[in-house]
């Protein structure tokens, strides 16, 4: 276990994040049967609009989704070849994953309408 236990530190350290938005800075209130709610967390009481609560805990599942495949990544290295084409590709994937997690929700919100508007 001592191969992933970094990648295992870097998961809980993002779900922590998560718990933490979730229950103390978002703290969404769902109004069912409609998609609707509105946040009663800390972050209310920051002026922060309530879609920028909803990105940030999106990019946060985003993050901590990366981080659970990167676990399973690091087992399958142990079980493959050291000359194998993934040891060479591995590294730019990942990055290119966090970057797609950070940055997934962006084109959402430029093409969301305005609130009046909508």
């Known amino acids: ?14 779900s922590c994040i ?16 409609k998609f609707a709610g509105c ?8 002026g922060i609009s309530t879609i920028l609560h909803i990105l940030y805990v999106a990019v946060l599942i985003g993050v901590l989704t990366v981080s659970m495949i990167h676990i399973f990544e690091a087992r399958f290295l142990i ?9 060479k590709m591995r590294m730019p994937c990942f990055i ?16 969301m309408p305005e609130q009046a508007e909508a």
């Open 1 to 14: 276990m001592s191969s992933v236990k970094w990648n295992l530190l870097n998961c809980h350290f993002w």
């Open 79 to 87: 079980f493959i070849d050291d000359d194998h084409w993934w040891l």
């Open 18 to 33: 998560l718990d933490v938005s979730l229950s103390i800075l978002a703290t969404p209130y769902l109004l069912f049967p």
């Open 96 to 111: 290119l994953n966090y970057l797609i997690a950070f940055c997934y929700i962006i084109p959402v919100y430029y093409s």
């Open 39 to 46: 946040p009663l967390g800390l972050f209310k009481e920051t």
